[in-house]
């Protein structure tokens, strides 16, 4: 009896011992694959195969990785680059790493889970941008650097990518084609990316491929193509532009532009913002009154010389308006500013042939109700001499800066200097320090607000009235009225004996002038067409000779080619 049970034993204690080889055997192998590269897990040559036969994308994100902590400071690219949490933000900033090659996932933070990256690498040396892995970047910057090449798609992966910075790059219109913003394919089609704003100034772009911005209609608000050398705005970019039917933003500034395509604006509804400074305008462009929903104007630093009631019209819901450094504008017309109802802001200042704007400029400007909306009106540094008193409603306004203009303190100035000043000195008192006097010369360099108790300038009948008094009174100091009328006389016979002077002058040259003319008619040669050459003779007069000499001469000069 005893041998069948010491031969279960044996068997129990056999088995016991095998399961004990296999545990621990287990536990080995799951130690040395945490610590084995993948190529010796899988086997070099196997390693696609493997990933392949999972139906798993392994990347480098998914792989253990000595470069990856969970504390994304302990990244490789915040241990080269400064990195700030800024939560819900986590930002990097790049700039000026003298950077050539693009961070491979494996080295971007990760588990920051519920943030978004905001990465800026500016003023860097990279030549081209490559397809970004998934990150969850919401703005990213590459401006100033060498770009000329962009991958195809290139941010295909970048779902929460709301801004894109490639501004004072190299990129030109082979750089920006129809593939570039391509994003994830569905079943039927590309999905759009979610970009809004999209910085494309300072690079050398002169056209837009057509169907360069398909992938951004649906979201992109804000354009930048400023100091490109477009100089037109051609049938291939106008069609880029215009499939951008959110498009809030545009800022052509500085691309040489003199005119814009007709129904370009009218293909833009949703545009509320647009800058045209420093091209080559000449008029404010008829297709800008399609822009009704427009709210921002900056048409600074254009050759335009006039404006008028017809540059604005169909703007009513205009708010600001930038019209300044425009080194030809010499005139503002009346009714120039009626349509702008909803105007809130003027800029226009600094533009150095501008002497005059018209008394009615701003002529039924007001809303329906009666409501001026204007509260900000600037026009420094101008040549005007003075500023027209029924011109606007001014006590109604937040701020008035008209300084730096060369006034002519007479009775012109005398209602600014009466009611304008005080306003202006309550208000913003730090503008009435460039209010002065540019002429008459006793005048000179005078503040305006220093005037208040001259007669000549704010109790004046009429400007006639300050103007002859002007020389002959001011800096005396009894204030009597014959001295002014004894010298006014006096002046009124000199200006007629000079008068006198003039009209008999101007007879004499006329007869000498006709004398002339019938002189050199007798050295004109009518056949041959010039003058006839005189040699002085023995026996001539040198004198007469020598007035020969000289008609010759000033004739040539007068018909000489240039």
Not at 203 to 214: E, L, T
Not at 326 to 341: D, G, K, R, Y
Request: overall charge negative.
């Amino acid at each position: 009896m005893a041998y069948p049970y010491c031969v279960a034993l044996f068997v129990l204690t056999a088995l016991w011992m095998t399961d004990g080889q296999s545990d621990g055997s287990q536990v080995s192998s799951m130690v040395d694959f945490s610590q084995t590269p993948e190529s010796e897990i899988f086997g070099s040559e196997n390693i696609s195969d493997a990933r392949n036969s999972s139906g798993l994308d392994i990347t480098s994100t998914q792989l253990p990785n000595a470069n990856k902590e969970a504390n994304p400071f302990q990244s490789t690219i915040c241990q080269l680059c400064a990195c700030q949490d800024a939560n819900p933000l986590f930002l990097i900033d790049c700039n000026g790493k003298s950077l050539k090659k693009p961070f491979l996932a494996s080295e971007w933070p990760s588990d920051i889970y519920g943030y978004s990256i905001e990465a800026k690498f500016d003023s860097n040396e990279y030549m081209e941008l490559t397809q970004f892995a998934e990150l969850p970047l919401s703005r990213l910057s590459y401006r100033g650097n060498g770009l000329m090449f962009i991958e195809k798609a290139a941010f295909k992966f970048l779902k929460t990518l709301e801004y894109l910075d490639l501004s004072e790059n190299g990129l030109t219109h082979e750089s920006i084609n129809g593939n570039i913003f391509e994003g994830p394919f569905n079943e039927e089609d590309y999905e759009p990316l979610p970009l809004k704003t999209l910085k494309l100034g300072y690079n050398k772009i002169i056209s837009i491929d057509k169907d360069a911005f398909n992938h951004l209609s649906s979201h992109l608000e804000i354009l930048e193509l400023n100091n490109n050398p477009l100089k037109v705005i051609d049938h291939q970019t106008a069609i880029a532009i215009t499939t951008l039917r959110k498009l809030k933003k545009l800022n052509l500034a500085e691309t040489g532009l003199a005119s814009v395509p007709s129904g370009f604006f009218h293909a833009l509804p949703a545009l509320k913002m647009l800058i045209l400074a420093g091209n080559q305008f000449t008029t404010i462009p008829e297709e800008l009154q399609h822009a009704i929903h427009l709210e921002y104007l900056n048409f600074n630093n254009n050759p335009t010389k006039s404006l008028d009631a017809n540059s604005f019209q169909g703007l009513s819901q205009l708010k600001h308006l930038n019209v300044s450094s425009m080194h030809s504008l010499e005139w503002i017309a009346a009714n120039t500013f009626t349509p702008l109802t909803s105007m809130t802001h003027l800029w226009c200042s600094f533009n150095p042939l501008l002497k005059e704007i018209h008394p009615g400029a701003f002529n039924n400007m007001a809303e329906s109700d009666g409501t001026l909306r204007l509260s900000e009106f600037h026009f420094r540094g101008n040549s005007l001499q003075n500023l027209p008193p029924s011109l606007l409603p001014w006590t109604s306004l937040e701020q008035v800066d008209v300084g730096e203009n060369p006034f002519k303190c007479d009775c012109n100035v005398g209602w600014m200097v009466a009611e304008l000043l005080p306003f202006i000195s309550e208000k913003t008192p730090e503008l009435t320090t460039t209010l002065r006097c540019a002429e008459p010369e006793d005048y000179k360099d005078v503040l305006l607000d220093s005037l208040g108790g001259d007669a000549k300038i704010v109790n004046c009948s009429n400007p006639a009235d300050s103007t002859s008094g002007q020389d002959s009174s001011h800096g005396t100091s009894d204030g009597g009225s014959k001295n002014p009328k004894i010298s006014s006389n006096k002046g009124l016979i000199i200006i007629s004996l000079f008068g006198i002077i003039s009209i008999v002058g101007g007879m004499a040259c006329f007869v000498l002038l006709a004398v002339r003319k019938s002189h050199l008619r007798q050295l004109y040669d009518t056949n041959s067409g010039q003058i006839v050459h005189y040699v002085r003779t023995s026996g001539g007069s040198g004198k007469r000779e020598d007035e020969q000499a000289i008609v010759y001469k000033e004739f040539n000069q007068y018909h000489q080619d240039p």
